[in-house]
């Protein structure tokens, strides 16, 4: 018999590939030249809640069409070399979709511990989406 894992080992386990950045050092790294800032969130939760300033609209169940070369959906800001800094609305997402993105060869990804929601409550700056 298999023993099922669940979304919280997921999770956990897709935390060990990848960076995990608190609010601090996120806004360090976005700080750099050439820093990919993805936002995960669905398109509702951007309009309603607003997003960090200069992060991509990716919906986490489109982010392997666009970061495939080979896919008709593929967004050009995706670039394997680049450093890609995920985020989602606390954290799952974002670290799900950063272990995929390895495993699609991206080995400079981190995501941000906490999600907007840790980057919003420590005051920092967001913008308002419109529909």
Same mark, same amino acid.
């Given at each position: 018999?298999?023993?099922?894992? /669940?979304?919280?080992? @997921?999770?956990?386990?897709?935390? *060990?590939?990848? &960076?995990?950045?608190?609010?601090?050092?996120?806004? !360090?790294?976005?700080? #750099?030249?050439?820093? +990919? @800032?993805? &936002?995960?969130?669905?398109?509702?939760?951007?309009?309603?809640?607003?997003?960090?300033? /200069?992060? +991509?609209?990716?919906? !986490?169940?489109?982010?392997?069409?666009?970061? &495939?070369? *080979?896919?008709? $959906? $593929?967004?050009?800001?995706? &670039?394997?070399?680049?450093?890609?800094? @995920? $985020?989602? #609305?606390?954290?799952? =997402?974002? #670290? @799900?979709?950063?272990? *995929? +993105? =390895?495993?699609? /060869? $991206?080995?400079?990804?981190?995501?941000?511990?906490?999600?907007?929601?840790?980057?919003?409550?420590?005051? !920092?700056?967001?913008?308002?989406?419109?529909?």
């Amino acid at each position: 018999m298999t023993e099922n894992t /669940g979304v919280k080992q @997921l999770i956990a386990e897709a935390r *060990t590939k990848i &960076d995990n950045l608190d609010v601090e050092a996120m806004a !360090r790294e976005l700080q #750099a030249p050439g820093v +990919l @800032l993805v &936002d995960l969130r669905e398109p509702g939760e951007r309009v309603e809640q607003g997003t960090i300033p /200069g992060a +991509l609209p990716a919906p !986490r169940g489109m982010l392997e069409f666009y970061a &495939d070369p *080979t896919m008709p $959906y $593929y967004k050009k800001e995706f &670039d394997p070399a680049r450093r890609v800094l @995920l $985020y989602c #609305a606390s954290g799952g =997402r974002s #670290a @799900l979709a950063g272990a *995929t +993105l =390895r495993k699609l /060869g $991206y080995d400079r990804v981190a995501h941000l511990d906490g999600g907007f929601k840790a980057w919003k409550a420590a005051g !920092r700056e967001t913008t308002h989406v419109q529909q």
